[in-house]
């Protein structure tokens, strides 16, 4: 049973709880062979992404050529669009695992340092960059509020959340939602991005991320942060790409006015999941 505060929270956001009752449109990330696979498969374009591409059946390409696409869902590469990387950055990947973001990251940058905390999921980041035959990454088995490092070119803090923007898997996510739990995770992403700011040299660029709809794990802890560390917001501006602003004001609690300058991508705006991105750049 959805829980009546669940259902009250998403029509206070402007949502329908039949958002929930679609599943994301399949795409793949294709690494190596592209022009082969799109040929073969007849594959469309992601419009917003690079080397990204709608699938019917994803797992039959992947089965054909496991060492050259994976599977994600076509939003997750939103926040490492925003990040802005080149050839020459050096970056971090705060909270990497399973590895999806890290691996568009690899791509371009000159080195990805991936962290994350987790023993289980560690071990699917490392299982995910052998099977792609990633050189250019080092991954870290450890909590991202603890990594010590400075003057790195970009950050990427994609935070755990509650996941509300998970619509495939809404029903493993309500089975642990709760107010309470949106308040610890918000403390957790506050800690998280404070101390990704700390790892970002100046001048600098950090994105911070989630997959869930929650203001205070959003905007909220975007804000407490603006008021807190020497850093501003830029926009975010994916082209192709359908989203609205960031909330500016939740439960008549004011934010900053720059919070217009994240966005917010729900399900119905591209056939995707949902997800919060907003970038920092450090002052």
């Known amino acids: 049973m959805v829980s009546p505060a669940f259902t009250d929270r998403m029509r206070e956001l402007g949502l329908d709880m039949s958002l929930y009752n679609t599943y994301p449109r399949k795409s793949l990330y294709i690494l190596r062979n592209e022009d082969e696979i799109v040929s073969t498969f007849a594959l469309n374009p992601v419009p917003w992404a690079k080397a990204c591409y709608w699938a019917d059946d994803p797992k039959k390409i992947e089965h054909l ?3 050259s696409v994976f599977i994600q869902d076509a939003a997750s590469v939103v926040p490492v669009l925003a990040l802005d ?3 020459k950055d050096m970056v971090i990947d705060l909270c990497a695992a399973p590895g999806s973001k890290t691996l568009h990251l690899v791509r371009t940058a ?3 340092i991936a962290c994350d905390s987790h023993s289980k999921r560690v071990k699917r980041l ?3 960059m052998r099977r792609f035959h990633i050189a250019n990454c080092t991954i870290v088995h450890r909590d991202g509020r603890r990594l010590q490092l400075t003057d790195h ?3 990427l803090v994609d935070a755990p959340c509650t996941g509300e ?11 642990m939602w709760s107010v309470k739990r949106i308040k610890v995770m918000a403390k957790i992403q506050k800690q998280l991005l404070v101390q990704g700011l700390s790892l970002v040299k100046e001048g600098g660029i950090l994105v911070y991320s989630t997959c869930t709809f929650a203001p205070e794990e959003n905007e909220g ?4 942060v603006l008021r807190k560390r020497n850093v501003k917001l830029e926009p975010v501006s994916i082209e192709n790409l359908h989203y609205i602003p960031g909330l500016t004001c939740w439960q008549k609690k004011e934010y ?5 300058k994240t966005i917010r991508i729900y399900p119905h705006h591209n056939d995707t999941n949902g997800f919060f991105v907003a970038k920092f750049r450090k002052v």
């Open 85 to 87: 990387v080149t050839d």
């Open 110 to 112: 000159k080195h990805v």
């Open 126 to 128: 490392e299982h995910t």
């Open 256 to 260: 900053d006015p720059s919070l217009e």
């Open 153 to 155: 070119d970009r950050v």
């Open 221 to 224: 802890v975007v804000d407490s």
């Open 165 to 175: 923007g998970m619509v495939g898997k809404i029903h493993k996510v309500l089975k």
């Open 65 to 67: 050529y496991h060492d």
